[in-house]
């Protein structure tokens, strides 16, 4: 194999200089290529439905569970079914959970092994959730990370950070917004964050869309 | 949940204490090192699932593994400077778990 990956194979490579892994993955995927294991179009269907899911699949059944506590009761008791309700494809995930914040209990969740996150919910992890940093002191320092979002629970606040360890995704429903109670479904929406939802910080508050 | 399974087929059941073991082995573990050697309690159990221990190897997954979410008190995992209500939730499966008083 060489070190540069060749140019005249019917499709472009970066041009600029690439990283050890990164000539391992295109040398890969040449091979896929060239054996006919996938094609071209099976990889731009892949990148397509990676980037289709996204934090606004989340938003969506949070705001419906905002309005609507028959929603929520199912969100909570029977995810995936909840998930189907809202034209949500969940079926890829093992088993899904949802915690539900309250006044008095706060969720967090990390997975110290590595960068395990509800993609079908959320999309792609950030990069901060899959930092070493990150997946340290979330355990550790949970309370720490929240000030960094702009968070300070009060010590009455029991907060459980949960270590995605195995099969189960987790999403954090977060607290409904003080002030919000005019707002329809989907101005509701706007307001629930990626992070909100992974439980570093809270939703965003109702006067940010005016 | 789908796929809890009846209680009845766990050794363990929501309140019991458990204390996690601390093998160390080479492989595909899904037991983070900072929980092994404490002890908390079950908090809820999920069912049973696929040992990644043998898939993470390409191995077939069975005979399949009861999965619980332990809950530990911060305090008993990293010491006093924890906030006393906080605590840390881990899923693990039934083979990494001793009962504890």
Known sequence: MSDAPSEAHGHDHPKHEL???????????????????????????????????????????????????????????????????????????????????????????????????????????????????????????????????????????????????????????PLRPEGSGGLGEDELAKLVTRDSMIGVTDALPAATLK | MGRAVSSSSGKFKAGDRVRVRTDDRPGHIRTPWYIRGKTGWIERMYGEFLNPESLGHGGDGLPKRILYLVAFNQTDVWGATQAPRDKVLVDIYEHWLDPAA
């Open chain 1, 19 to 173: 990283s050890y892994y990164a000539k391992r993955i295109y040398a890969i995927r040449d091979l896929l290529l060239e054996k006919g294991v996938i094609t071209e179009k099976d990889i731009q269907c892949q990148i397509e439905y990676q980037e289709a899911r996204s934090p606004a699949n989340g938003a969506k059944l949070v705001a419906r569970a905002w309005v609507d506590p028959a929603f929520k009761a199912r969100l909570i008791n029977d995810p995936k079914r909840a998930c189907a309700e809202m034209d949500i494809d969940a079926a890829s995930i093992n088993e899904f959970v949802v915690l539900e914040n309250t006044q008095k209990v706060r969720h967090m969740v990390v997975c110290t092994l590595c960068s395990c996150y509800p993609r079908p919910i959320l999309g792609r992890p950030p990069d901060w959730y899959k930092s070493l940093n990150y997946r340290q002191r979330a355990v550790n320092d949970p309370r720490g990370i929240m000030r960094e979002f702009g968070l300070v629970p009060s010590d009455d606040v029991e907060v459980r950070v949960h270590d995605s360890t195995a099969d189960i995704r987790y999403l954090v429903l």
